[in-house]
């Protein structure tokens, strides 16, 4: 079987990372979770102990190294040489992400390392414009989303078990407001390729929306 490019776009929240490394997974396939390269950006931004600004990021992002170590379904992120997979998932990161991928030059440099490791074939890569900026020539190209309340929801739960204290309604809110303000960048925003699929999880289990993917990649 050939080994494809997969291309899997789609706002916050709505479980790309989980549902794309379980079909990785499955098909034996390396996943590249490009939004955690951004986080990764962001992780560094704040170690500076600095106001963030455009000039600082910019400034970090420019001999940053990122390295996405996938093995057995799980990816290990290290930035700099230190392992930093669980740091970027904080509610900090999350706070000033937009801001980051927003950048022209963040964009850039990303969207480099990541055509580079999608030019081997056989990956799985997650983000807000694989299908329509990072790979354009992708050989299935998905668009997954769910409604707002179903993402926060999602988040609420994954927050409150990691032990953070967080309301339902705040994350309603701050997910429409990462929704806005991906979609309106001037910079790759985030929309459905034209020749992308929309798949709606809202009423879908995790093994349903794998199942799906793995489907359409058959």
Do not use: H
Not at 48 to 65: A, S
Not at 75 to 89: L, N
């Amino acid at each position: 079987m050939k080994k494809l490019t997969v291309a899997i776009d789609g706002p916050a929240g709505a479980g790309k990372s989980t549902v794309a490394q379980l079909a990785a997974k499955e098909l034996g396939y390396t996943y590249i979770d490009t939004g955690a390269m951004y986080r990764a950006v962001a992780w560094k931004t704040l170690q500076q102990g600095k106001p963030v600004t455009d000039d600082l990021i910019n400034e970090v992002v420019k001999d940053i190294d990122i390295v996405l170590d996938y093995k057995e379904g799980k990816t290990k992120v290290f930035v700099d040489g230190t392992e930093v997979t669980a740091a970027i998932r904080t509610p900090e990161v999350t706070g000033i992400v937009s801001q980051v991928a927003a950048l022209g030059p963040v964009r850039e440099r990303l969207t480099d390392i990541q055509r580079q490791m999608g030019a081997q074939g056989a990956v799985i890569m997650d983000g807000r414009d694989i299908a329509t900026n990072v790979l354009p020539n992708a050989d299935v190209k998905i668009f997954l989303t769910a409604s707002i309340e179903e993402r926060a929801d999602r988040r609420f739960k994954e927050m409150k078990a990691k032990g953070y204290d967080v309301d339902v309604e705040q994350l309603k809110q701050e997910i429409a407001a990462r929704d806005k303000a991906d979609s309106e960048r001037e910079i790759s925003p985030l929309v459905q390729a034209e020749d992308a699929e929309l798949l709606d999880t809202s009423n879908m289990s995790i093994d349903e929306v794998v199942e799906a993917i793995i489907q359409r990649c058959r």
